[in-house]
Structure formats: structure tokens, C-alpha cells
């Protein structure tokens, strides 16, 4: 029983439900409330809940700034695998420094400093993750464009989402060809499962190889084409930069996004100065 | 005035010692389509990229002659100039998409150039070639025909005058090529570009081409409307490329002289109609279906599978809905349907590499779902589209032994180098797979299906973007093999290939099989071939257009049946 969860699980994290989940993450929510945002109100509303809240120690404002991303997060339908890695990072740093206190003489009373850290860091990632897999990666460059950042910088992001499910798919197809051919030590045992991992990790070391040098095969066309649309012309070219900004526009919707907000700033505010 | 002028050209490679283009001479006018043929490494890329500029200044080396486009001299204009009068789509046209979104992958250029009506110079592009209601689509929702359209919008949206096509078609089904030369028929015709394919279907050539260039060893060798050019069939197959099959068969039957002797040969099967009209019809006796074979041993079974895709967006994609099959031991199975019929996700299912959502499949009377991997792989192997994903290894060498040294094979060394003999890759056993030519790493990689020696061989489209010569080779290892292996399938597109090896043709259509049984069940149900959009080898179109009952395969069947005729008649 607990064998078939074990491989029902290993199954459903294959690489390709990992690609799958990268290209719903960045281009699979494209219609939701928080994708459509105008990406520079976004930057602006992420310095604010990315910053402050390292610098406040006030329960209710925090508590208040945790719930106000929590909600975005929800409403960026962000993908189940982000979300995932995003707790495990959050809660294995803080179990980790608990455990640490309990064990070096600390008492219970280091539980609520723990908390309030805890709750700081899950603010501010909740906020990173609602604008970075919230917003569509051009749209993301093209925010940060505006705020001044090189071409180059943007458009690496773009293309780097445009590469990645293709890095994945070789990589997929050289660890199945290392999956057809190989031949893995045997793991009912524990010595043997052991074995299992050096042997899984040698060939994800090994696959190296072969990755970059069929990804480097590819690129060469990839740098060809590139010239000819143009891409050095455009990287010189304060018109270019001026038409791509041309189709960002700032809604009211994305005003009342913003009035929304800080209105939930401001009355946290007033309560933690109430109670 | 022409539209290309080359005068004098040579070039040579940085490093290399031997010109590509050795002082070629040419001129290419306006509203031309022009098919540009010949061996692999005459320089016809080469040529390509001299137009479009990418040579001299994008790739350098030593540069001797001039060309002109548009009477602008190219090593005076830069790139971005040139890619306005000049569009070029290439092989590997994946690779040559940047952008996510369609539209934005078409319009991406004129962007870059700040043209102002970027967007809508796109669209237009889109329309021109056929892909008007998919401008918000993802790239990865397209097909492989789709993604080539969407390659040429790109060069279109600039407004060339001339686009160059590097082997368009290789890897498409005949739905989606015939979709792709209509597309380039009508931008031709209607928009008055000039365009230039490198090819080796010279049966589209015969349909679509005004002109041919044969190229050989870096010189133009000549320049010939496209009737006069297939007809020079000993020059062509000197150069490694076939004519068209009714060109091939008309040579042989002229050379018994059942044709006039000299003048053009007929190119494509109307012309074919017309030509052989003379040639009196032979009796035609439809041989005895030769006795059903007994079905051997069962080596794999497929019950009421089902299989979805997980999608970026919605629902799952349905590829299999309750399909069944078996595999019996000895045969010989060539595994068709169009792109996206399931070809390669039948084959993954067998080695374990995707699950069936429903179903159960058995791999020697074993449900796959008992099978450990390792345990699979001795029984069945996987050659993939793609051989350079086989390569694990930096020679070819040890990526054909890893899986028998992992194994503890025994006399593992031995059977390594007899298997490279085999495959004549004895003298390139010490290089990197990725670095061979296109024929010598489908070589190497079938050396490595069969390393095991699996009871049941799966090739995924072993002919694909191979040149028809190389393909030829391959052909002859594969009817080799036959003595080694004991199970094959083929998935392919290529019908002469199913023609000339298969003993048993599934069709696949619409996620289950739709026909099974031999090349004269499925390729003489004309209602089977029409739906599921296959198409036989152009030879038995022509032999049933002169003969309704007539069922040649083969260039020699076809002249074997009808040269017949006429002895009977004497």
C-alpha cells in the first residue's frame, strides 16, 4: 500500500508534470484579476508589502498585511507547485530555528518572536509570489522596463520562460534514455534504496553533458534568428523601447486595486493603534 | 531586372580548406519558385545565408564575388536591411521562435525595427499564411505545421520581396506539407514573392516549383523550368536525388521502349495519365492474397486503453479512448496516422514511459504495471525521433555499450564492435554522436536500439529529415535488421518506406485504430485513406489512375506490371 503511494506520488512529480507546471505558472492564468493588473502598480504595491513589513513588529498591522496577500495569492491563482515549495522553504526555516531554541535551553516563550518572524516572511514571500507568478513574464519585463531596467534584463526574462519547458523537455528526454538503458541498482532494501539515491543522483550529474550540449546545438539557430528580427537594432533603440512601453496603461480598475489596499493598510493601522 | 544576382561568388568557411560556393554565377527574376536541389553539403544552406546576408556579416570567412538583391550589393547593406527584402525560414524552424504568444512572435520583428504598425503588420502575416484565429495562442499549443507557418509569418510580417525555405516539409504529415506549399503557392501567386525552397520531394517540386537549381560541389550546375529539369533523371540520381516516381517509372519504360525516346517525361500524375495513355492496359490479374498467416506468439497487448494529457489550460487532452491492439512475434508493423494521431504516445505507453489513464496493457503476457523499468527495457527498446536524444555518452562507442556494460552483458566488448561493423561505424566509433551527419547518427542510434536485442524493436519516424539517399540507407538496414530482430514497428509518415518493409498497417485516427491488415486492406480502401488523410507512394496513385485495379507499390512493380502489357498484346 504504502509502496503503490510512494510511486503514485514519484509519478505525478515527473518532469513533465514539473514543465507542466512552470508553463501554468507563468502563462495559464492569464485572465485572473491580479494578471491583468497594470505591472507597474503591481512593483509599486510589491515595494511596499516586500519592505515594510520587515521593519514593523506590530501583530495586527502584520496580521493584517498577511491576510490582505494571502487574498491576492488566491486571487492570482497561483500554481499548486509554487505554492508548495513556498511552505516548505517558509515552515522547514522556522520549525528549524524552534527546534534550535528548544534544544540550546530556550522555553516556550520563543515560540512568539518565532511567530512573528514567521509571519514577516510569509508576508513578503506571499507578496513575491503574487507579482512574480502572478503577473505573465512579459508583462513583469515590461513593468521593469518602465522603471528603467536595461532591455537586456527583460528580455532575458522572457526568453528564459520561453527556453526553460524546452531545457526541461531535453533533460526529460536524456534522463529516459538513462531510464531505458540503465540499469539502477535493485532498492527493496535499505542499503539497496540507499544505492538507489547515489545511482539517481550520478545520473542527474551525468545528464549534464549531453543537456548543455543538445541545448547549445539549438541555441545556434536561435542567435542566427535573433539578428535577423533585429534584436541588437532594438536594444540601441529609444523608439523601439518607447512602442513596447506604448501598451501599458493604467487603468481605474487598477486604481481601485490600489485604493483597495491601502485602505486594508490603513484600517489595520488604525485598529492595531485601537486595541 | 532579377531580384538575386550572384556574380562570381565563392566562399569559403573560417577553418575550412575547400570553398562551400565555388564561383557560382546566377540570376533568379521575379515571381520565381524556385527549388533548389542537390547533395548534402553542395552548399545550398550556405547559399541561403549568403542571400539573407547572415553571410558575410553574421558568419565571416572569405568572401570573393558579389550579390546582389534588388540591385543593392549585400556587403554594403546590414542585416536588418536585408531582412526586409529577404525572409528565410530555417530546418530547424522551432528554434527560430522567440516570443510566447503568436502574434507577438510574428509581429516581434517589426517591432524591432520600430515600424509603428507593428501589430498590425503581424496580423497581416498571420492571415497570409493561414493562422488568422490563432493570434493568442501560446507556441506550444501549435502543431509541428502550425509552428512552420508561424516561423515564415515571422519573415512575411517584414514584407520581403523573396523568402528562402530551408526543406519546409520534412517533418509533416502530406496534410499539413500540401497545406504548407499551398500557403507558398499563394504568396507566390497572389502577393508576387519570389520564393526559393531547398528540397527533396521532388514530387512537390513537380507540383508547385517553376524552376529547379541544381547545385554541385558549390557550383550552379543548371537552372531549368521544372518539367525540363526532373526529366535529366541519370544527372539527378548522380547528385543523390530521385525524381518523382512517374518521372522514374516513365525513364524505365522509355528505356524499354514503350515510350518515345527523348523529349520531357511526364512529372506528376496528371502529366503521368497523359503519357502513358499509349501503353496498352496489361491483364490484370490481382494475385492471391497469399495465405493468412498463422498469428505467432503474443508479444504485447493493449486492452481498452485510455489516455489524457494534463493541458496549461482546461481540460485534458484525450489522446486514446479505449483502444486495443496486439503484437504478434515476426511482424513487421508500420504504425500511420497524420500528425497528433498518437503514433508516439502508443510507443511511449509500451516502454513504460507514459501511463494509461484506463486500461491495461500487457508486455509478454505481463501487465506493464508489474514491471519494473529495468525489466521492460530488456524486452522492448525505443529508437527515438530525435537521435540525438539517444546520445547519453561522448562517443558513440560507449553510448552503445552502456546499456550491455551496465548489464554485465556477456563479451559486452565484442558484441560492441560487432555491432558497430554492422552498422558501418567502425571508423567513426571514437567520436560524439551529435557531431555526425544526419544518416550516420539514425545509424548509430539504431545500433543502439537493438544492443539489447529486444524482443519487440519501436522506431519513431527512423526517415524523417533525411535526404532520399541516406533515407534509401537506411531503408537497406532496416530490411537488413529483419534477421537480428524479431518484432519491429515503425511509426512513420513515410508510405514508402511502409511500402517497400511492413508485412502488417495499423492506422491510427481519433484517438483508436481505425484500419489493420496488409498495404493492399489499408491502401486499397480508398474511404480509409481519405478520411485518415494518408496517402500511398505516389507510384500506386499513378498505377490506379492508368489501371483502377492495378496495386504497384514500387518504380519496378509499376514497370514490371504495365511493361508486361505489352507483350501480352504482341
Redesign the interface.
Given at each position: 500500500m504504502l509502496n503503490k503511494l510512494s510511486e503514485s506520488i514519484l509519478?505525478k512529480f515527473s518532469m513533465?508534470?514539473l514543465r507542466?507546471q512552470v508553463?501554468?505558472n507563468?502563462?495559464?492564468n492569464d485572465d485572473t484579476l491580479i494578471a491583468v493588473r497594470d505591472p507597474r502598480v503591481l512593483l509599486l504595491w510589491y515595494l511596499f508589502f516586500g519592505l515594510v513589513p520587515w521593519f514593523v513588529n506590530d501583530i495586527v498591522f502584520l496580521l493584517g498585511c498577511f491576510v490582505l496577500v494571502m487574498i491576492t495569492t488566491l486571487l492570482a491563482r497561483v500554481a499548486g507547485l509554487v505554492l508548495f515549495l513556498f511552505a516548505l522553504g517558509v515552515f522547514s526555516q522556522t520549525g528549524y530555528l524552534l527546534i534550535v531554541t528548544l534544544l540550546f535551553g530556550g522555553d516556550a516563550s520563543a515560540i512568539l518572536p518565532l511567530l512573528v518572524l514567521t509571519l514577516k516572511v510569509t508576508t513578503v514571500s506571499l507578496a513575491s509570489v503574487t507579482v512574480f507568478s502572478g503577473l505573465?513574464?512579459?508583462r513583469l519585463s515590461n513593468g521593469l522596463m518602465w522603471y528603467g531596467c536595461p532591455e537586456r534584463l527583460s528580455f532575458s526574462i522572457?526568453?528564459a520562460?520561453?527556453m526553460l519547458?524546452m531545457l526541461m523537455e531535453?533533460f526529460q528526454?536524456?534522463l529516459?534514455?538513462?531510464?531505458?538503458?540503465?540499469?539502477?541498482p535493485a532498492h527493496d532494501s535499505i542499503p539497496g534504496k540507499i544505492r538507489y539515491l547515489i545511482y539517481q543522483v550520478k545520473v542527474i550529474v551525468?545528464?549534464f553533458?549531453?543537456l548543455m550540449?543538445?541545448t547549445a546545438?539549438?541555441?545556434?539557430?536561435?542567435v542566427?534568428?535573433?539578428?535577423?528580427?533585429?534584436?541588437r537594432?532594438?536594444a540601441s533603440?529609444k523608439?523601439?523601447r518607447r512602442?513596447?512601453l506604448a501598451s501599458l496603461k493604467i487603468s481605474y480598475d487598477d486604481l481601485i486595486f490600489a485604493a483597495v489596499s491601502f485602505l486594508w493598510v490603513a484600517v489595520t493601522m488604525l485598529l492595531s493603534s485601537i486595541l | 531586372m532579377a531580384s538575386i544576382k550572384i556574380e562570381n561568388l565563392s566562399y569559403t568557411y573560417p577553418g575550412a580548406d575547400r570553398p562551400v560556393l565555388d564561383h557560382v554565377d546566377l540570376e533568379i527574376m521575379p515571381g520565381d519558385f524556385l527549388a533548389i536541389v542537390g547533395n548534402n553539403g553542395c552548399g545550398k544552406s550556405t547559399l541561403c545565408k549568403v542571400l539573407?546576408g547572415?553571410i558575410p556579416h553574421?558568419i565571416s570567412g572569405d568572401f570573393q564575388g558579389r550579390v546582389l538583391i534588388d540591385g543593392q550589393d549585400t556587403r554594403q547593406a546590414d542585416?536588418?536591411v536585408l531582412?526586409r527584402k529577404v525572409g528565410?525560414v530555417?530546418q530547424?524552424f522551432e528554434?527560430?521562435i522567440?516570443?510566447?504568444t503568436v502574434l507577438?512572435d510574428a509581429s516581434?520583428?517589426c517591432?524591432?525595427?520600430?515600424m509603428?504598425d507593428?501589430q498590425a503588420r503581424g496580423r497581416q502575416a498571420l492571415a497570409q499564411c493561414g493562422l488568422q484565429n490563432r493570434e493568442n495562442e501560446?507556441i506550444?499549443q501549435l502543431s509541428g505545421g502550425q509552428t512552420h507557418l508561424l516561423a515564415l509569418a515571422?519573415a512575411v510580417a517584414l514584407g520581403p520581396d523573396i523568402l528562402i525555405l530551408d526543406e519546409p516539409i520534412a517533418q509533416l504529415d502530406p496534410g499539413h506539407a500540401d497545406r504548407i506549399y499551398g500557403v507558398l503557392r499563394e504568396l507566390n501567386e497572389k502577393y508576387n514573392k519570389t520564393i526559393l525552397v531547398i528540397e527533396h520531394h521532388t514530387e512537390y517540386i513537380a507540383d508547385y516549383c517553376k524552376h529547379v537549381l541544381l547545385l554541385r560541389d558549390g557550383r550552379a550546375a543548371w537552372y531549368l523550368p521544372v518539367r525540363q529539369a526532373l526529366s535529366r533523371v541519370e544527372e539527378l540520381q548522380a547528385s543523390n536525388i530521385f525524381p518523382p516516381q512517374v518521372t522514374l517509372a516513365a525513364h524505365a519504360l522509355q528505356a524499354k521502349g514503350l515510350l518515345p525516346a527523348g523529349g520531357e517525361l511526364p512529372t506528376t500524375i496528371g502529366e503521368g495519365q497523359q503519357a502513358f495513355r499509349s501503353i496498352p492496359r496489361p491483364e490484370y490479374h490481382r494475385p492471391c492474397p497469399p495465405p493468412a498467416r498463422q498469428p505467432g506468439q503474443t508479444v504485447a497487448e493493449f486492452q481498452d486503453v485510455s489516455v489524457s494529457y494534463?493541458s496549461?489550460?482546461g481540460e485534458p487532452h484525450t489522446v486514446f479512448h479505449n483502444l486495443n491492439l496486439t503484437l504478434h512475434k515476426g511482424e513487421n508493423i508500420a504504425l500511420i496516422g497524420s500528425n497528433g494521431a498518437g503514433k508516439s504516445t502508443l510507443m511511449k505507453l509500451l516502454?513504460g514511459?507514459l501511463?494509461p489513464t484506463g486500461g491495461e496493457i500487457l508486455l509478454g503476457g505481463q501487465s506493464l504495471k508489474e514491471q519494473k523499468?529495468?525489466q521492460i527495457?530488456r524486452k522492448i527498446?525505443?529508437v527515438?525521433q530525435?537521435p540525438?536524444?539517444?546520445?547519453?555518452k561522448?562517443s558513440i562507442r560507449d553510448d552503445i555499450a552502456?546499456?550491455m556494460q551496465?548489464?554485465q552483458v556477456e563479451n559486452w566488448q565484442t558484441r560492441t564492435e560487432e555491432l558497430l561493423a554492422r552498422f558501418r561505424l567502425t571508423d567513426l566509433a571514437d567520436r560524439?554522436g551529435?557531431l555526425l551527419s544526419g544518416g550516420q547518427m539514425r545509424r548509430a542510434s539504431l545500433a543502439?536500439g537493438i544492443a539489447?536485442n529486444p524482443s519487440l524493436l519501436l522506431l519513431d519516424e527512423p526517415t524523417a529529415n533525411l535526404d532520399i539517399a541516406t533515407r534509401k540507407e537506411i531503408l537497406r538496414t532496416l530490411n537488413d535488421m529483419k534477421a537480428v530482430t524479431e518484432t519491429v514497428m515503425i511509426a512513420t509518415h513515410d508510405m514508402q518506406l511502409v511500402c517497400e518493409w511492413a508485412d502488417r498497417v495499423v492506422v491510427l485516427c481519433g484517438g483508436s485504430v481505425v484500419g489493420d491488415g496488409t498495404r493492399d486492406a489499408v491502401f486499397g480502401d480508398r474511404a480509409l485513406t481519405e478520411r485518415v488523410g494518408i496517402r500511398p507512394p505516389e507510384i500506386f496513385a499513378m498505377g490506379r489512375a492508368v489501371c483502377e485495379e492495378a496495386l504497384c507499390y514500387t518504380v519496378p512493380e509499376f514497370v514490371q506490371l504495365f511493361g508486361e502489357g505489352k507483350r501480352n498484346a504482341e
Amino acid at each position: 500500500m504504502l509502496n503503490k503511494l510512494s510511486e503514485s506520488i514519484l509519478d505525478k512529480f515527473s518532469m513533465d508534470f514539473l514543465r507542466n507546471q512552470v508553463l501554468k505558472n507563468a502563462y495559464g492564468n492569464d485572465d485572473t484579476l491580479i494578471a491583468v493588473r497594470d505591472p507597474r502598480v503591481l512593483l509599486l504595491w510589491y515595494l511596499f508589502f516586500g519592505l515594510v513589513p520587515w521593519f514593523v513588529n506590530d501583530i495586527v498591522f502584520l496580521l493584517g498585511c498577511f491576510v490582505l496577500v494571502m487574498i491576492t495569492t488566491l486571487l492570482a491563482r497561483v500554481a499548486g507547485l509554487v505554492l508548495f515549495l513556498f511552505a516548505l522553504g517558509v515552515f522547514s526555516q522556522t520549525g528549524y530555528l524552534l527546534i534550535v531554541t528548544l534544544l540550546f535551553g530556550g522555553d516556550a516563550s520563543a515560540i512568539l518572536p518565532l511567530l512573528v518572524l514567521t509571519l514577516k516572511v510569509t508576508t513578503v514571500s506571499l507578496a513575491s509570489v503574487t507579482v512574480f507568478s502572478g503577473l505573465d513574464p512579459d508583462r513583469l519585463s515590461n513593468g521593469l522596463m518602465w522603471y528603467g531596467c536595461p532591455e537586456r534584463l527583460s528580455f532575458s526574462i522572457s526568453y528564459a520562460y520561453r527556453m526553460l519547458p524546452m531545457l526541461m523537455e531535453e533533460f526529460q528526454n536524456v534522463l529516459l534514455s538513462y531510464r531505458l538503458r540503465g540499469n539502477p541498482p535493485a532498492h527493496d532494501s535499505i542499503p539497496g534504496k540507499i544505492r538507489y539515491l547515489i545511482y539517481q543522483v550520478k545520473v542527474i550529474v551525468h545528464s549534464f553533458y549531453p543537456l548543455m550540449l543538445n541545448t547549445a546545438k539549438r541555441s545556434r539557430t536561435t542567435v542566427e534568428a535573433l539578428e535577423i528580427k533585429g534584436y541588437r537594432y532594438a536594444a540601441s533603440s529609444k523608439e523601439v523601447r518607447r512602442m513596447k512601453l506604448a501598451s501599458l496603461k493604467i487603468s481605474y480598475d487598477d486604481l481601485i486595486f490600489a485604493a483597495v489596499s491601502f485602505l486594508w493598510v490603513a484600517v489595520t493601522m488604525l485598529l492595531s493603534s485601537i486595541l | 531586372m532579377a531580384s538575386i544576382k550572384i556574380e562570381n561568388l565563392s566562399y569559403t568557411y573560417p577553418g575550412a580548406d575547400r570553398p562551400v560556393l565555388d564561383h557560382v554565377d546566377l540570376e533568379i527574376m521575379p515571381g520565381d519558385f524556385l527549388a533548389i536541389v542537390g547533395n548534402n553539403g553542395c552548399g545550398k544552406s550556405t547559399l541561403c545565408k549568403v542571400l539573407n546576408g547572415l553571410i558575410p556579416h553574421f558568419i565571416s570567412g572569405d568572401f570573393q564575388g558579389r550579390v546582389l538583391i534588388d540591385g543593392q550589393d549585400t556587403r554594403q547593406a546590414d542585416v536588418g536591411v536585408l531582412a526586409r527584402k529577404v525572409g528565410y525560414v530555417y530546418q530547424d524552424f522551432e528554434n527560430q521562435i522567440v516570443r510566447p504568444t503568436v502574434l507577438d512572435d510574428a509581429s516581434y520583428a517589426c517591432l524591432n525595427y520600430g515600424m509603428a504598425d507593428y501589430q498590425a503588420r503581424g496580423r497581416q502575416a498571420l492571415a497570409q499564411c493561414g493562422l488568422q484565429n490563432r493570434e493568442n495562442e501560446y507556441i506550444w499549443q501549435l502543431s509541428g505545421g502550425q509552428t512552420h507557418l508561424l516561423a515564415l509569418a515571422g519573415a512575411v510580417a517584414l514584407g520581403p520581396d523573396i523568402l528562402i525555405l530551408d526543406e519546409p516539409i520534412a517533418q509533416l504529415d502530406p496534410g499539413h506539407a500540401d497545406r504548407i506549399y499551398g500557403v507558398l503557392r499563394e504568396l507566390n501567386e497572389k502577393y508576387n514573392k519570389t520564393i526559393l525552397v531547398i528540397e527533396h520531394h521532388t514530387e512537390y517540386i513537380a507540383d508547385y516549383c517553376k524552376h529547379v537549381l541544381l547545385l554541385r560541389d558549390g557550383r550552379a550546375a543548371w537552372y531549368l523550368p521544372v518539367r525540363q529539369a526532373l526529366s535529366r533523371v541519370e544527372e539527378l540520381q548522380a547528385s543523390n536525388i530521385f525524381p518523382p516516381q512517374v518521372t522514374l517509372a516513365a525513364h524505365a519504360l522509355q528505356a524499354k521502349g514503350l515510350l518515345p525516346a527523348g523529349g520531357e517525361l511526364p512529372t506528376t500524375i496528371g502529366e503521368g495519365q497523359q503519357a502513358f495513355r499509349s501503353i496498352p492496359r496489361p491483364e490484370y490479374h490481382r494475385p492471391c492474397p497469399p495465405p493468412a498467416r498463422q498469428p505467432g506468439q503474443t508479444v504485447a497487448e493493449f486492452q481498452d486503453v485510455s489516455v489524457s494529457y494534463r493541458s496549461v489550460k482546461g481540460e485534458p487532452h484525450t489522446v486514446f479512448h479505449n483502444l486495443n491492439l496486439t503484437l504478434h512475434k515476426g511482424e513487421n508493423i508500420a504504425l500511420i496516422g497524420s500528425n497528433g494521431a498518437g503514433k508516439s504516445t502508443l510507443m511511449k505507453l509500451l516502454v513504460g514511459l507514459l501511463r494509461p489513464t484506463g486500461g491495461e496493457i500487457l508486455l509478454g503476457g505481463q501487465s506493464l504495471k508489474e514491471q519494473k523499468p529495468e525489466q521492460i527495457a530488456r524486452k522492448i527498446s525505443l529508437v527515438y525521433q530525435n537521435p540525438e536524444e539517444m546520445f547519453i555518452k561522448d562517443s558513440i562507442r560507449d553510448d552503445i555499450a552502456y546499456a550491455m556494460q551496465v548489464r554485465q552483458v556477456e563479451n559486452w566488448q565484442t558484441r560492441t564492435e560487432e555491432l558497430l561493423a554492422r552498422f558501418r561505424l567502425t571508423d567513426l566509433a571514437d567520436r560524439d554522436g551529435r557531431l555526425l551527419s544526419g544518416g550516420q547518427m539514425r545509424r548509430a542510434s539504431l545500433a543502439i536500439g537493438i544492443a539489447l536485442n529486444p524482443s519487440l524493436l519501436l522506431l519513431d519516424e527512423p526517415t524523417a529529415n533525411l535526404d532520399i539517399a541516406t533515407r534509401k540507407e537506411i531503408l537497406r538496414t532496416l530490411n537488413d535488421m529483419k534477421a537480428v530482430t524479431e518484432t519491429v514497428m515503425i511509426a512513420t509518415h513515410d508510405m514508402q518506406l511502409v511500402c517497400e518493409w511492413a508485412d502488417r498497417v495499423v492506422v491510427l485516427c481519433g484517438g483508436s485504430v481505425v484500419g489493420d491488415g496488409t498495404r493492399d486492406a489499408v491502401f486499397g480502401d480508398r474511404a480509409l485513406t481519405e478520411r485518415v488523410g494518408i496517402r500511398p507512394p505516389e507510384i500506386f496513385a499513378m498505377g490506379r489512375a492508368v489501371c483502377e485495379e492495378a496495386l504497384c507499390y514500387t518504380v519496378p512493380e509499376f514497370v514490371q506490371l504495365f511493361g508486361e502489357g505489352k507483350r501480352n498484346a504482341e
